[in-house]
């Protein structure tokens, strides 16, 4: 299998995944609180960003790429975010002026951890990555997590560096 073909892990019954929408702002808000500190992020201001997000596209090889590209996955039987990741595709100059997916801010509700959705959307991330002629698609994680993107077809390369004020 090639890096870019799709891998066959099934979302289980009852979820579906889908681009992000306004109408996920608290059970997206809620699911990402699992992972970081999310802060004050109002309605208006989680709008505005989906609207920004929606609205940042580009011209690649006779194709047009979004820059931002956020998912959800939904539990349909109970109407709730289960878990949520973005990957942003960067333009390069390098590799012959190639593009770059980020995966960034993937969160698995507590209430849907142990189902595989966090798998099943880093494979969907990637696959749009992908599709979109990325030449690679990268993310960090904490050290605890290396397990589980080994397990999502990532390996090691490099180190994460950092600066925050």
């Not at 891998?7 to 990402?32: C, F, H, N, S, W």
């Not at 390069?92 to 770059?100: A, V």
Request: net charge neutral; glycine share 8%; proline share 1%.
């Amino acid at each position: 299998m090639t890096t870019t073909e799709a891998t066959t892990t099934a979302l289980p019954e009852g979820y579906i995944i889908r681009r992000m929408e306004k109408q996920d702002y608290e059970g997206v808000v809620d699911t990402l609180a699992v992972l970081t500190t999310v802060g004050n992020v109002s309605k208006k201001k989680f709008d505005s960003i989906i609207d920004y997000w929606n609205s940042n596209e580009f011209e690649y090889r006779g194709s047009k790429v979004n820059l931002y590209n956020p998912h959800v996955i939904v539990d349909t039987i109970k109407n709730e975010i289960a878990a949520t990741g973005n990957i942003i595709i960067e333009q390069k100059l390098i590799h012959d002026c190639g593009l770059c997916g980020h995966i960034e801010d993937i969160a698995v509700s507590s209430n849907h951890q142990g189902k595989k959705l966090g798998k099943c959307l880093i494979e969907k991330l990637r696959n749009v990555g992908f599709q979109a002629g990325c030449y690679k698609v990268i993310l960090d994680c904490d050290e605890k997590n290396t397990m589980f993107y080994e397990k999502c077809k990532f390996k090691r390369a490099g180190v994460e560096m950092q600066s925050r004020l």
